[in-house]
């Protein structure tokens, strides 16, 4: 069993979210690296949706920031597609794959034929008759309601280290590397 357990509340429609994801990964990388190659760290992903009221199908990116303030796409369905990932241990890679769609090729994800390829290029089961149900939906709206409750998460990315230490925002590599060493030593 890996030494460190991060849990992270993201949303894929935020870019430094995936900032965030892509310096915890080079950090995690780093660390299991000077560690001989051993798995240092598991990483459990939770859902944050950052503005409730975007239009499930996305929004044209302009008109969403004289809306609000940046770009957003209704998440929900993104999420439940990461939680069915995550029921064959792929939920990492839907994250992954998600974030490319959106900040490298440039892709409506909250267009469900979009989110129907992503699952099938993960070999998720029955993808796209899990999207087109709804199931999950409940489940990712209460994780980001206990999120943003009782937990008090306001920003995302946020990370928790074993359940003890956490920290929001889009910290630098190094930063990530010396709070898993810190984690793993029991420092924190």
């Known amino acids: 069993m890996p030494a460190v357990q991060i849990d992270v509340w993201s949303d894929i429609s935020c870019p430094w979210c995936y900032v965030g994801k892509v310096r915890l990964d080079r ?3 780093n660390v299991e690296s000077a560690a ?7 990483v459990k992903w939770h859902p944050y949706i950052i503005d409730h009221s975007t239009n499930p199908s996305g929004e044209e990116y302009l008109a969403y920031n004289r809306r609000r303030w940046g770009s957003d796409s209704w998440t929900t369905s993104l999420r439940r597609l990461v939680r069915l990932a995550d029921t064959v241990g792929k939920a990492a890679e839907a994250e992954q794959l998600l974030f490319t769609l959106t900040y490298e090729e440039g892709q409506n994800i909250s267009d469900l034929e979009v989110l129907k390829s992503a699952g099938e290029k993960l070999g998720l089961p029955n993808v796209r008759e899990y999207l087109e149900s709804g199931e999950g939906k409940r489940e990712v709206l209460e994780e980001d309601k206990l999120a943003k409750g009782k937990m008090g998460l306001h920003s995302v990315p946020s990370f928790l280290f074993n359940g003890k230490f956490s920290c929001s925002g889009a910290m630098d590599t190094k930063s990530f590397e010396a709070t898993i060493m810190k984690a793993m030593n029991g420092t924190i």
């Not at 001989?36 to 598991?42: E, F, R, V």
């Open 27 to 29: 950090a995690i990388k």
């Open 36 to 42: 001989g190659g051993a798995k240092i760290a598991s």
